[in-house]
């Protein structure tokens, strides 16, 4: 049998303690107070079999923060009522708390039949029936017990062995986690702590987080139902021997998990479900009671439609914590008023993190798909968030909290459907949607078109502006531009880019002035003019020079050598020969050398000099020239 853990639930003195003491022969008040007033208090263990765990829960209403802690982890309910009292206030609130955790199995235990007739008995096991109409238990097994006496004793636990059979398995997010209930210390061992595995697994040596601190430490030792073990998986029960961390540093509701994967937040967005037994509405900015996991943090809720939640309605809500605390998506949760301390609803994480950034139908619609139960949905969600990014399935693992097993099939029918596109990026598949990606290529297109029409006379646009004019992350574009180079709308020209349709276009008397540059250039041969000189020597303005020499360059006629200077490729091809030919015979050339060859001064020299250098011609040994690849 696969693990399980079972939680009991009802009134107090209802004999659920009783009950459990009964079939497993453990009594879970463990408490000196719990025994000395027969109440109990906190949360209590037991085992029924090495599969089945049971954790024993309060029924005082003053104590339904333990009770929501106790029954926050388990996979199935036994709901206790006594036949003396028959339906009580804590049979309907832990009822209701069951419900909203979403507990989908579970049997009903009618206890002390000992003390009813056989006709009053009968009606009691009518209410509770009417009771459980439309929950999780209405088609759950009423069995007839006394602790007392032992009656139903061996029915109830076939019953619950048979369930525990048949129960379906919860999909295992495949991360380790376990939200810690108890925490003490044991002589010559130090701290431990004790909780339900809720998905993943733990090892003996494991380095875990202990959050929301995010503390790291070791895992020394692992026990379960009182057996060391090497490991524990989901729904076990565990307690963890954890090394140089003090019992003091850890507190009941912080969590544990590897390294890096619980979102830590002070702000999440939730799906509310309101009991149809709320006195009042859930109101807009209502100060609340929050049972998430095994914590109760205090919280203000701003409901995002409408002013309030009625009895029995939904709604989506985002509550502003007052301290941080440690949630992921689809957790589920209870609320309480503030005062009274009453159970009005509960919920499922949406989103743990803040969205303030987006606006409202944005927010809106991601908010409408995260409701749905579908991790499609989900994943296109969370893409869609974290536009215009790239994300990799392991981002989208961390921002699900699901493994990347569970999410290589939704990533794979998005894609198939045409809602995502895949890229690889540096040997990485990543996605984006779609209609994000056309959006960013339209938006490219368009700033091109417009920069052509605009600059007939200039070759392409800056490809360093273009990163800024389309507002996305860098890796983004880079994988846009590349799509449309690769694609053919797009032609690269070194820093240029360009729509590949496009050419430069002049008039007679442009192409008249760009001759005039070019013969300028091209006639100062080894001596290349600066921009100076040619703003004097052909008296055009500065910006004009400036778009003429970017085509000449573009063309290939020109390049430039400087920041001043620029030279003909017919003179770069005369230096080329000069150098092959003096090398012929020589070893060195100095800078007198090279002066004499180019017959110009130090001005162009030292310049020139240095541009075959950086051709990989020549190479500077001291105050010299080597030939290099020539």
Known sequence: ????????????????????????????????????????????????????????????????????????????????????????????????????????????????????????????????????????????????????????????????????????????????????????????????????????????????????????????????????????????????????????????????????????????????????????????????????????????????????????????????????????????????????????????VLYPKSLRSLPKPELTDILELLTSPELPAAVKAVIRIRKPRLLSIADLSKELFFSEDHLRTPVDTLTEEGLLAAYVVEGERKYIETDVMQSLEAQAVERLTQYHANHPREPGYPRSQLFQDLAAPDETTEVLLEQLLEGGKLAEEGPLIKLSSHEIQLTPEEQQTKTRIREFILDAGLCPPTFKDMQDGLSISENELGQYLKILQYEGEVERITSELYLHVDAKSVLKEKLHQYFTDKDALSVGDFKQLIDGSRKYAIPLLEFTDAEGWTTREGEVRKRKNL
């Not at 802690?69 to 339906?87: F, N």
């Not at 996991?293 to 009625?310: F, H, K, M, Q, Y």
């Open 1 to 348: 049998m696969q693990p399980i853990i079972w939680g009991t639930a009802g009134h107090i003195d209802h004999g659920k303690t009783a009950l459990i003491k009964a079939l497993t022969g453990t009594d879970t008040d463990r408490l000196q107070e719990e025994q000395e007033r027969g109440v109990t208090i906190d949360i209590g263990f037991a085992f029924l079999t090495d599969a089945i765990s049971l954790i024993d829960v309060p029924g005082h209403e003053k104590f339904i923060k333990n009770m929501v802690t106790g029954v926050a982890t388990i996979d199935a309910g036994l709901l206790v009522v006594a036949a003396d009292d028959g339906v009580m206030p804590q049979t309907r609130e832990h009822l209701g708390i069951m419900q909203l955790l979403e507990v989908s199995a579970g049997c009903v235990a009618i206890s002390k039949v000992d003390l009813v007739d056989d006709d009053w008995l009968d009606l009691v096991e009518e209410t509770i029936r009417e009771h459980i109409t439309g929950t999780f238990l209405e088609h759950a097994p009423v069995i007839r017990t006394s602790a007392e006496t032992g009656q139903g004793l061996d029915q109830l636990k076939a019953a619950i062995l048979d369930l525990s059979e048949k129960l379906p398995r919860r999909p295992d997010r495949g991360i380790p986690r376990l939200p810690v209930d108890r925490v003490f210390s044991v002589k010559g061992f130090g701290t431990v702590v004790t909780g339900s595995v809720l998905s993943g697994t733990f090892r003996t040596g494991d380095t875990v987080e202990v959050t929301p601190e995010r503390r790291l430490t070791k895992i020394r030792g692992i026990q379960t139902h009182g057996r060391t073990v090497e490991t524990v998986g989901m729904s076990e029960r565990a307690a963890l021997n954890l090394s140089d961390i003090d019992k003091e540093e850890i507190t009941r509701g912080v969590q544990l998990s590897a390294q890096g994967w619980l979102s830590v937040t002070d702000e999440f967005y939730a799906a509310i479900e309101m009991l149809d037994a709320a006195d009042r509405p859930l109101e807009h900015n209502q100060r609340l009671r929050l049972h998430l996991g095994t914590t109760e943090i205090l919280a203000r809720c701003s409901i995002l439609v409408n002013d309030e939640i009625p009895p029995g309605e939904t709604g989506v809500v985002k509550f502003r914590l007052e301290e941080q605390t440690v949630v992921a998506y689809t957790d589920r949760f209870i609320i309480r008023f503030y005062s009274p301390m009453v159970t009005i609803g509960g919920g499922r």
